[in-house]
């Protein structure tokens, strides 16, 4: 049925203006076949004229998110996970492929238009932000980019709101970020990154310069921003805990692939995928006993300048066969729970 919605009459006054997203159907990240590579510097002067070689940091990624949903992106240092994300919030021009967010493209890397839906937070909190100016200042730097008509008290009333939404008070506005504690400063990246309101969060190792308590104070942050906004998060660890205490799913990246993806909690509890599989194994704990068919991980991964025409993760695997080697198998089914692999640790549903 179609409905029809009558003109305002000339007396009627003009709707307010917000900044709040508009309400999509589909999904709030959708990323085809995304590919990021780096040109290497011409090594010795008779290679010059020839074709410079690169390094594949990304490998045909593709992965989508629902509105409010939670990603958790895991993998050791180099397998892609930062650039990947980077790719994502504008800030790395993909070679090829596409991202969507919302239902349209990201716009050119560093554009305001795309800093409106998505916006980014760092490891390292201290770095991120200018000492020499008040977190007031930071925060209402942002608002005067994107919303210039707020000024007065209602620009005040707005930095309060961040401030709150983040667990600070507002007298902290007039604080330089070198009165603050680690996760104090952590917690004003947050603001500064909510106060244009995305639909997308995307925040890298944001935790991992952060004491215990700051972190668990941190993830409790997330959930309930979440939970009040309905902001969706892709978030990017080595901490498989935090993944678990935030994320709904979760993908492995290994060399520039994702080898594995699906809800967290079964991801993590039941791993198809060898590699998966060692990750969960070099995971702290007090459980002396590995799981089964895993030792760890041992080796040094292939080259991304040449990847492997098999699975890459072949040499560093203690069950590959002899077709690992050649075959390389991609994520696929219709299953939630996927894994990349000729011989699962277990038989993937049908």
Known sequence: MTSIVEPNS???????????????????????????????????????????????AVAGVSLTLAPGGALGIVGESGSGKSTLVRAIAGLQQPTSGSIRLAGHGVRRPGSVESAKDVQMVFQDPTSALNPRRTVGSVLAEVLRVHRPGLRGADLTARLAELMDDVGLPARLLDQRPTRLSGG???????????????????????????????????????GRLRAEHGIGMVFVSHDLAAVR???????????????????????????????????????????THRRPGTSGLEGEPPSPINLPLGCSFENRCSIAADE?????????????HVAACLRPLRAVPA
């Open 10 to 56: 000339p007396s009627d006054p003009p709707p307010a203006p917000t900044n709040e997203p508009a309400p999509t159907t589909g999904p709030a990240l959708t990323v085809t076949d995304l590919h990021v590579s780096f040109p290497l510097p011409h090594q010795g002067f008779l290679r010059r004229r020839g074709p410079r070689q690169r390094i594949n």
């Open 184 to 222: 104090q400063k952590q917690r004003v990246c947050i603001a500064r990154a909510l106060a244009v309101r995305p639909r997308l969060l995307v925040l890298d190792e944001a935790t991992a310069a952060l004491d215990v308590s700051a972190q668990i104070g941190i993830l409790e942050l997330l």
């Open 245 to 287: 205490s935030v994320c709904d799913e979760v993908a492995v990246m290994y060399l520039g692939r994702i080898v594995e993806r699906g809800p967290v909690a079964d991801v993590l509890a039941r791993p198809y995928h060898p590699y998966t599989a060692a990750l969960l194994a070099a995971e702290p704990s007090l459980d």
């Open 324 to 336: 690992c080697s050649t075959v390389r198998t991609e994520l696929g089914g219709t299953t939630a």
